[in-house]
């Protein structure tokens, strides 16, 4: 049986309450260098259980681009710059991806 790879790469998604947060958001992980890259999408629609009421509000979309090195370091700066009491953050694997791009991945995320 042929050995299963570990991801080296994922795509990270958090949400937050506006175009400006969203873009604060995306341009800190970047320039801290925990992700090389961050899209914003939105506005999107959430539906969520929150404090025991159901609560539907626009949101926008950040989905970061980073190594799994870098994902604890991430995770950290999210929740520090989140105002969100409990941001969504979840992390996915890259499974396929260009050389060239994941590379550069590499590059933007190296720390130092």
């Known amino acids: 049986m042929k050995e299963k790879a570990v991801p080296e790469y994922l ?9 400006d947060r969203a ?3 995306a ?4 320039e801290a260098r925990v992700a090389a890259c961050a899209q914003i999408e939105g506005p999107v629609t959430s539906v969520y259980r929150w404090e025991g009421a159901v609560q539907t509000e626009p949101e926008w979309r950040v ?12 995770e950290q700066h999210i929740k520090t710059v989140h105002h969100y009491d409990t941001p969504e953050i979840i992390a996915t694997p890259v499974l396929f991806g260009s050389d060239e791009y994941l590379l550069w991945v590499s590059a933007e995320t190296a720390e130092g």
Do not use: M, W
């Open 63 to 74: 989905l970061y681009k980073t190594t799994v090195e870098r994902y604890p370091a991430l």
């Open 27 to 30: 341009s800190s992980a970047v």
């Open 11 to 19: 795509t990270v998604l958090t949400t937050t309450d506006s175009a």
């Open 23 to 25: 873009t604060a958001l």
